[in-house]
Every structure is written in C-alpha cells, then in structure tokens.
C-alpha cells in the first residue's frame, strides 16, 4: 500500500502537467491523437490514482491499453510535448504498480459521477454563488445575456452584434476573461488556399472558488469528445461541481457545455471535418477582464483586426472566380446560381448567414458548410436573448480608430470602386 500511496502522488503530478503541456502549445492541425489516448485511459480508471490492490490488475490492463494506444499513434506524434510526457507517465505508473508490459487489455468505459442523493441534476449543497441566477437578488435587475458565434469560412458574430468575416489563419482567443479562455486554430481548407476553417477548439474553465477545479475542453478535426480532457464530465469534486456539466447531444456532432455558475451555455458542433463555436454568456462574465488594454485580440468582444477582415459582400458574386483571395481555385466549386439555391434550401431568409453560406459554397466547394451556416443560425435561436436580433442584415467593419462602420450587404459600393480605379491607374501609364 506504500508503493500504492506514492504512485498517487506521482499521478497527482503527471496529469495536471500534461494538462498545462495541452493548453499552451496549440497546434495546427495534427494528426497525433494522445488526447483520445488520455481520455480513454482516465475513463477506464474513472481518474483514480491509487487503486485498490484488488483492481490493481484492472489497472494494469488499463495501463497496457494506454501504452497500445500511444504505440499507435506514436508515428504523427513525434515531436509532441503531450505525446512523450504521457509515454514517460506510463513507464512511470507501470513500474510503480509492478505492472507488466504483456498481458490482458481492458476498453476503455466512459466516466460516470454517482448523483447526489435527492437530485440527480445538482447537489442540493451547492453553494448559491455556484448557480448565476440564484445569486441575484428577487427585487435585482435580471442578468443581460449576449451572444458569440464563429462557422464557416470563417464568419465571425460578436457580443455586440457585428458581423465579420475573417482570415485569422492559425491561433486565435475567442474569449479571455477571469473565468475562461477559448482559443480556436483555423487552417486552410485546401493546401495554398486562404481559405480557412477551425480545425481546433481549446475552452479552459478556471477555478472557481467552491464551484469548479480548472477544466480544459479541447476539441478537434474527426474528435470531438464528450469529456474533459480529464475524462470527466463535471467542474470536479468540490460542493458546486455539478453547475459544471458536459452533455453530448449527437455523439460526434454536438456538445453542450453548460457553466451555470457564470450562466453561461457553450455550444460545440463538428460539421463536414470542421468545427463551430456558440456561446451564451452574461455582460458581467463577458466584460470581466483585468486589463483592457490586454484584451486587442478577444476577438468575440471586440470583433477581428482591421487587417484581418474580408469584406465578403464586394466577393464577385456573379462569377465562379473565387478571386485573389482563393488561390489555387477549390476544385469543384459551383456558380453563383447553384450556391445560392442550395443556400436557400436551409436559409430561406437572405440575410447574412444566407450570403455568408454563398460565398463559402462559392470559395471551398464543400456543401457542409451549408449546414455549418444553417447551424450557427439554429444556434442564435436558442442562445440569443433578443429574438429581433437572430437575422442580420447589416455587415460591421472596423474603421482605422476603432469606428465601426455599417453598411447594407448587398449595396454597390460606387465610392470605394472609384478608390481603386484611381489606385490602379499608375499601373497602366
């Protein structure tokens, strides 16, 4: 049982490191998947570290499954932080626990947490700071809740209702406030293309007084998991755990986070091979920064940098030319006609996730981002607060200074076009 009681200290120390090794060295898109490998492992063990002596050959076996899955994946993993500090831990726990290399392998179970007695949902010791709504007063002015979304190519909804679309190739902060960071990574839908669509989702939930330990969500292209990182599903084991929760709506397609001690709703989804971002979240939460100097690049509250935006309207919508922006053309794109049909089928209203799902259909010639813009939209309806808001029709672009300028999507712009026939006339002296 000594062994026993330093191999828990051991463990105790290896999986917050791996954790932080996750969080802090985003990748692009990678192939390598030792996060299936951890959450399978700890979902196995139902994250114990010490384990009786009587399952101490459960443990083993779950251990000799780790390593075959690590094994596996060891060719696109090389050079991964993550990747080798979980081959040392194995080594490490398998030693401590006299483990053999061969022998029986178990598969892998998913996590379950014993509901409280008397209410399945949240234990009824919760303290009332851990649910948002509770703790405001009878006669206190009800929470303002706004909303955030990120899909497609990718178009981006703000706090603040602004509307963009934005190159932001690689890693992005969607929000980073006192209570949690997202940061999602977009790559390039075909290989030379500016295209780009998120391919990575990295949610972190800090500690919280007695509602939740730090949780870290991480999703990715073909995975995403309904689990923490830890492999479990609640904010962890202190009295208010639960107004942390992880639910899978469609196993492979949707996961709903909901963090009900800042009331807030997070929405994943992966459509086609990529993914989408919603979030419901109180102004209070929202604008809980230290320094807001610090947060320029909180893209959800302050929209993407001028020199990131696409002004996607001016997209020549007449023609199959994807333009400069897309090069090489995607193969199999469709005409203007098409793309706005096959639009029209999921968007009958022509506002702007309607040409933001034309001008996806006519730049990557995938179909699924049909439904990603269909989706983002479903998304608004259940998340917004202000129903006479779920359309837009307005386009936001931010001016040099931080003006915000508002234009009519489909308007000529007669102006601008003058602008660069005068820029271009040099070129033809």
Not at 177 to 185: A, C, R
Not at 320 to 336: N, Q, S, V
Not at 340 to 351: G, I, T, W, Y
Request: charged letters at 20%; glycine letters at 6%; hydrophobic letters at 35%.
């Amino acid at each position: 049982m000594g062994m026993g009681r330093g191999a828990g200290r051991s463990a105790l120390g290896f999986w917050p490191t791996l954790a932080f090794l996750l969080c802090s060295f985003p990748a692009a898109v990678s192939p390598c998947k030792i996060l299936k490998c951890n959450s399978e492992f700890w979902s196995a063990t139902s994250g114990s570290h010490v384990p009786a002596s009587e399952d101490a050959p459960e443990f083993c076996a779950a251990l000799r499954t780790y390593a075959l899955c690590t094994r596996r994946t060891a060719r696109t993993c090389r050079g991964d932080l993550a990747y080798h500090s979980a081959v040392h831990g194995i080594e490490d726990l398998m030693s401590q626990h006299n483990c053999s290399k061969d022998g029986p392998t178990s598969q892998p179970r998913l996590r379950t947490l014993p509901p409280a007695a008397g209410d399945s949902q949240e234990r009824s010791d919760s303290p009332e700071i851990c649910h948002y709504e509770k703790s405001f007063h009878k006669h206190a002015a009800a929470p303002n809740y706004t909303h955030c979304g990120l899909f497609g190519d990718p178009h981006l909804r703000t706090f603040t209702d602004r509307f963009q679309t934005c190159k932001v190739q690689g890693a992005w902060p969607l929000i980073d406030n006192n209570y949690l960071n997202v940061q999602v990574t977009n790559t390039p839908v075909l290989p030379g293309s500016a295209a780009t669509a998120t391919s990575k989702l990295t949610i972190i939930f800090k500690n919280f007084q007695e509602c939740v330990d730090q949780k870290v969500y991480q999703a990715e292209m073909d995975e995403l998991p309904a689990a923490f990182a830890d492999g479990s599903k609640n904010g962890g084991d202190k009295h208010g755990a639960n107004s942390l929760k992880i639910t899978e709506k469609v196993s492979g397609q949707h996961v709903e986070i909901q963090a009900k001690y800042i009331g807030t709703t997070i929405v994943v989804r992966q459509v086609g091979r990529y993914l989408t971002f919603a979030v419901r979240m109180p102004e209070e939460v929202v604008n809980a920064v230290e320094d807001g100097d610090s947060q320029g690049l909180y893209l959800c509250l302050r929209g993407c940098p001028l020199s990131q935006q696409i002004d996607f309207p001016a997209f020549p919508a007449r023609a199959g030319d994807p333009g400069p922006r897309r090069a090489p053309a995607a193969p199999e794109t469709f005409p203007y006609e098409t793309a706005a049909a096959k639009c029209k089928e999921k968007l009958p209203v022509e506002d702007l996730y309607f040409q933001a799902c034309v001008f996806d259909l006519l730049t990557t010639g995938d179909v699924n981002f049909t439904l990603a813009a269909y989706y983002a939209l479903e998304d608004v309806k259940t998340l917004h607060s202000n129903k006479d808001r779920l359309h837009l029709y307005d386009r936001t672009r931010e001016l040099p200074g931080g003006v915000a300028a508002t234009a009519r999507a489909p308007r000529p712009q007669p102006l601008l076009g003058a602008l660069l026939l005068l820029a271009l006339l040099p070129m033809f002296r």
